[in-house]
């Protein structure tokens, strides 16, 4: 059987992989100090929503697991 010798191609970059570096960049800053990494990503979140115009959204109401 032949060898292919096509090299892989290179895997698309999506925005979860932007996001992805964003946080470990944001972790490397933040040196394990969860409070400081949360505050950089509040502002940073802020900062987008501002420039972008965009608004929060409302959390999802909670679910009950009742019994029938």
């Known amino acids: 059987m032949a060898k292919s010798h096509a090299s892989p191609t290179a895997r698309e970059i999506t925005p979860v992989d932007d996001v992805r570096r964003i946080r470990e960049q944001f972790d490397r800053e933040a040196g394990g100090d969860i409070r ?15 420039k972008l115009g965009l ?11 009742t019994p029938k």
């Open 55 to 65: 608004k929060w959204a409302k959390p999802a109401k909670a679910r009950r697991n």
């Open 36 to 50: 400081r990494h949360a505050e950089q990503t509040r502002l940073a979140t802020e900062k987008w929503i501002r």
